[in-house]
């Protein structure tokens, strides 16, 4: 089903998923949907491999990771967190050399935690992994050293989708 993107997030500099400037990464996008949900679109490449031709468990939980964080993050540039626990459930293997989407949403939030769902999906749109996961809110200063969201995390200009099938 067809779903309206409302905004697109930032990317990070050097990130092993959205590391814009990372040529090892997944080269993540995130789109915030007008559905409240938030989907990323990415690619599989042949180094992101764990036997030939299926992508590593561990890429696969680092894009629904960060994917359910962001899904928390909806409308602002300027919140942060940490994960405290996530759960994968893999379902079918994931090809290496492949377009793929993934979506998340927030299930649990208050003050401190929230906590949130997600699923990658392959390009014939089957599930192929899903997740749970909690994290805690805390400043960007509690996380990371200075610099980070002044200098290495920013709008990628390209022809952004208007809308994203899930
Ligand atoms: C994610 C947002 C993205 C934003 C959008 C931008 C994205 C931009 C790209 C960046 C990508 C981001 C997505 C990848 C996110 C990572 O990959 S983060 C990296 C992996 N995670 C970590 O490194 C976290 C490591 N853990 C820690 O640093 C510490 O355990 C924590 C989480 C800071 C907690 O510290 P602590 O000293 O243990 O704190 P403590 O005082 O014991 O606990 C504080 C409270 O939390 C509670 N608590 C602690 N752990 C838990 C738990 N597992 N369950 C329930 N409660 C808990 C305690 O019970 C306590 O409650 P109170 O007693 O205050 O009521």
Known sequence: MK???KRKQNNSARCIVCGDQNKASLGCRFYELE???IAATFRSEDWHQSYPGRMHGGMAAGVLDELIGRAAAQGSDDFWGVTVELHMKYKKPIP???DLKA???VTKKN???????????????TVAVEAWGKYMILPLSKISDGGFAEEEWYQIEEDDPKEIDL
Do not use: H, S, Y
């Open 103 to 105: 979506v998340a949403r």
């Open 111 to 125: 003050r401190k935690l929230f906590e949130g769902t997600g699923e990658i999906l392959l390009p014939d749109g």
């Open 35 to 37: 559905n409240g949900e």
């Open 96 to 98: 290496t050399e492949a």
């Open 3 to 5: 779903q309206k993107i």
